[in-house]
């Protein structure tokens, strides 16, 4: 009895140890890697589902304004931190980190020759955003090198929460996605839109690959990665996206042929593929999943049924990734069968592309037919939207991404060095738009940069593209360690084996896999201006840049003994943090500037960044005062908001309008002038001049203003049908 009443408080069993296994201080560290992987996916997840209410672009301000400040904010800090606590070591990454800024400072500097210069306002604060998460990155790895797997993970856990949410709007619409009837059977939530939902799918895919087939860890976690990826197929399939499917074959392809994990790989895979598969299946046999139009108790009683069907799955799937889990431990390969059974699956995937261009060849048009058919359909504006929006479009070719693309290079050319400024593709390309539908973005990231920027922006671009390809290939190279790493590893050459740096390679490739998915899929599409998809791609991407050789990490320096008895002030109060501030400023001036710096550039930013959606704020107070009957107030705020937002057109529309409701017909009419001085480019100013003007019943000055604006959107509906009106008269 005495044994069994001291035997919780023993070191084997008491609180302490409970907290000891906790932080993996028991077990080589795998606690604080866990802590950071959670810490970070976390962190993501809230920047997703915060920005990501409807079809988010770099315009929506409710969604992004308060993200990009603490993204910046959080990106400075981390970079000061990294500079004060990391050891000296080379400036890994820094070329590329130069070149983005460099980017980011010609996106300020379009806001001058902008079409549209408030939307070049608010794609500055955007790449100001991607800036701060892609130095993070690099600090993050010059910090805490060691937790590269914490960054795999965070990705994983990213993905799969993600996907996991979008299932379970089709499980329970009348929950979660009530308005799904409106947005089409495919996966859009918490997106909004179809392609972003498979995308987050495709980026966790090679992670999770790669947790299932590494050779640490234990087994009940890899054989998780199993319904891991079942779960990240559904998603991505249930989607209907092309592009993003195109993507995540290509960086599973690249993953694999990098990646000495093959066998255990496509095992891992083929068992979650085949699982998710079965499940896709049976939902497409479902008209309540995978039908636009659908009644909302007619999604839910498919989408109970299809949860049941999931979860049977996942259990099932579970099952086998244990046996594959323990099986794979247990087996043993030789390295030379391990090398032939390799060198099969990759002749295999060789054989691909030859048993494809048989195919072709047998066919009716010829190869070279099939091929130039195949190519008209993808990149002919005439197709339009033919492949639909069910499943059958996974195999179609037609869409209307040619018709932005097309649109795209007409924009570039006709401003080639600078282009129309950031964010102005939307407004510029509407002169070339042969029907109603209006784009905000270009759908590539590569003509969008082209349009917006020009030659300028594309050769910014390459050398950023460039920069960083160096800084990963130098992480990820086999270079030789130095004597000082492998002697901290107990070894004395480079002869010897060293794991370590084996296991940290394969998930730094894994990290690069994530970075190509993400980059072939924005040079289809816009997922660049959706901060929950770019952030996650751009603190891997930086952390492949700042990590530097791997057999030369960074790290933090040592920490000096603290005097306590010998007149210092302890470190960890207040005083003791001014005194180590004022320290390190005598002792190092220069870096004590840097780092004011660069908090001082931070906080302009945020403040440049929060201006834009104060400027919205104070329209909507104008409108709400303007609807009370108290026009002075009204007035005062929309002066307001032209105060905060110079650049924007809405606070002189609604001047206009209050100076109109009061009967000052000639402040009125100066006002949607000074509009159309402010952004003479843009055609909602000319049509909101010449709409006044009809009113004013000068159809003169109307006509005028409804030709120029159709200059600038010769297919705009309204302006089409004032202008018949003004013309009749």
């Known amino acids: 009895m005495a044994s069994l009443a001291t035997r919780p408080s023993s070191p084997r069993f008491g609180p302490r140890r409970w907290a000891a296994l906790a932080l993996g201080r028991a077990r080589g560290g795998a606690g604080p890697d866990a802590v950071l992987g959670l810490t970070l996916a976390a962190a993501l997840c809230v920047l997703t589902f915060v920005t990501s209410g409807g079809a988010t672009d770099g315009t929506n301000l409710a969604a992004n304004t308060w993200a990009q400040i603490v993204l910046v904010l959080l990106g400075a800090g981390l970079v000061i931190a990294a500079a004060r606590v990391c050891a000296r070591g080379r400036a890994w990454g820094g070329a590329a980190l130069g070149c983005f800024g460099a980017l980011a400072a010609l996106t300020l500097l379009s806001i001058s020759w902008s079409v549209q210069p408030d939307n070049s306002w608010l794609d500055a604060n955007l790449t100001l955003s991607y800036l701060a998460a892609f130095a993070g990155g690099i600090a993050l790895a ?25 299932l379970l709007a089709k499980v ?35 992670v999770c690959v790669w947790l299932g087939a590494r050779r640490g860890g234990h087994p009940v976690l890899r054989a998780l990665s199993v319904p891991a990826i079942s779960v990240l197929v559904v998603a991505l399939l249930l989607s209907y996206s092309r592009g993003a499917l195109a993507a995540a074959v290509i960086g599973l392809g690249c993953w694999f042929v990098l990646v000495p994990l093959r066998l255990r790989g496509v095992l891992v895979l083929a068992l979650g593929a085949a699982g998710g598969g079965v499940a896709v299946l049976w939902a497409l046999g479902s008209p309540g999943l995978t039908s636009n139009g659908q009644s909302l108790p007619s999604q839910t009683a498919a989408g109970h049924a299809f949860g049941l069907v999931l979860v049977v799955m996942l259990v099932v799937l579970f099952a086998a990734g244990l046996a594959a889990a323990f099986g794979a431990d247990r ?88 282009g129309v400024g950031g964010l102005g593709y939307g407004t510029a390309s509407l002169r070339y738009s042969k029907n109603q539908d209006v784009a905000a973005h270009a759908h590539s990231f590569v003509i969008e940069t082209f349009a917006d920027f020009g030659l300028i922006g594309l050769a910014l671009t390459v050398a950023l593209l460039v920069a960083w390809a160096v800084a990963a290939a130098r992480a990820l190279g086999l270079r030789r360690p130095s004597l000082i790493w492998l002697r901290s590893r107990g070894r004395t050459s480079a002869g010897e084996p060293v794991p370590e740096r084996a296991g940290e390679r394969g998930g730094l490739l894994t990290l690069l896999a994530v970075v190509i998915v993400f980059g072939l899929h924005s040079a289809i599409d ?35 003994d603290q005097e306590s008895a010998g007149g210092r002030v ?21 870096q004590a500037a840097a780092f004011a710096a660069i908090a001082a550039i931070a906080l302009i930013g945020a403040w440049t960044i929060w201006q834009p959606l104060r400027s919205t704020e104070a329209d909507a107070a104008a ?89 600038l959107f010769p297919y705009n509906f309204a302006a089409l049908h004032l202008l018949a009106t003004l013309s009749s008269a």
Request: aromatic share 8%.
């Open 331 to 418: 087996a043993r390969v030789s390295e030379l069968h391990r090398r032939r059974i390799g060198g099969a699956l990759l002749a295999a995937l060789a054989c691909v592309p030859v048993v494809a261009v048989i195919a072709l060849s047998a066919s009716t048009r010829g190869f070279t037919g099939e091929i130039s058919h195949a190519w008209s359909q993808l990149t002919g504006t005439d197709v339009g939207a033919g492949a639909g929006t069910g499943a059958g479009r996974l195999l179609a070719a037609g869409n209307l991404h040619a018709t932005y693309w097309s649109e795209g290079v007409k924009v570039g050319e006709h401003a080639l060095l600078k």
């Open 526 to 560: 816009w997922t660049w201006f959706i901060p929950g998809l770019a952030v996650p791609a751009l603190v891997c991407a930086g952390w492949l840049a700042g990590r530097g050789p791997l057999g030369e990490p960074v790290g933090r320096k040592p920490r000096p």
């Open 570 to 590: 302890p470190a960890s109060s207040p005083r003791g943090w001014a005194a180590a501030a004022g320290r390190a400023f005598v002792a190092a001036p220069g």
């Open 172 to 206: 329970f619409p009348a929950t979660i996605a009530p308005d799904q009837s409106v947005l089409g059977a495919r996966l859009s939530v918490p997106f909004g839109y179809w392609n972003a939902v498979g995308l987050m799918a495709a980026l966790g895919l090679p």
């Open 623 to 711: 409108l709400t005062a303007l609807s009370a009957g108290h026009p002075a107030s009204a007035l005062a705020d929309a002066r307001s908001a032209a105060a905060l937002d110079p650049l924007s057109p809405e606070p002189l529309i609604y001047e206009s309008t209050i100076y109109g409701s009061v009967g000052d017909t000639g402040a009125a009419l100066r006002a949607l002038e000074a509009d159309v001085a402010l952004q003479p480019d843009n055609y909602q100013t000319w049509f909101q001049l010449g709409s006044y003007e009809a009113q004013a019943r000068r159809p003169q000055q109307a006509l005028a203003a409804v030709h120029a604006a159709l200059r």
């Open 142 to 166: 010059r910090m805490v090198p060691e937790r590269w797997v914490a960054m795999v993970g965070a990705i994983a856990l990213l993905s799969l929460v993600v996907s996991g949410y979008a």
